[in-house]
């Protein structure tokens, strides 16, 4: 999950995460029928980060499709997975 965080003057945290999966498959499977199961995620996310940091949290979600990121050493990387952790 890529993410980007800022704070407003209102003590609100504003979050983009990005979910990614290797199928177009998995992607209708995290995003559920009418978004529920995205819904949902979101909503467990948020509740634990607002724990986690005491304050407020907006979190935006996105989900993408990156064929075979999972076999991809420089993608890996990007994602901050470090080649002595697999």
């Known amino acids: 999950m890529d993410s980007l965080e800022r704070r407003e003057g209102n003590n609100t945290v504003y979050i983009g995460a990005t979910i990614i999966v290797e199928r177009s498959s998995q992607k209708g ?3 559920g029928k009418q978004g529920s199961m995205l819904k949902e995620v979101g909503k467990r996310a948020r509740a634990d980060i607002e ?3 005491g304050s407020k949290v907006y ?3 996105w989900v993408k499709v ?3 990121w999972r076999n991809k ?3 890996l990387r990007d ?3 470090r080649e002595d952790e697999y």
Do not use: P, R, W
């Open 59 to 61: 979190l935006e979600l």
């Open 51 to 53: 724990a986690l940091l």
């Open 29 to 31: 499977i995290v995003i």
């Open 73 to 75: 050493m420089s993608q």
């Open 79 to 81: 994602y901050g997975f």
């Open 66 to 68: 990156q064929k075979d």
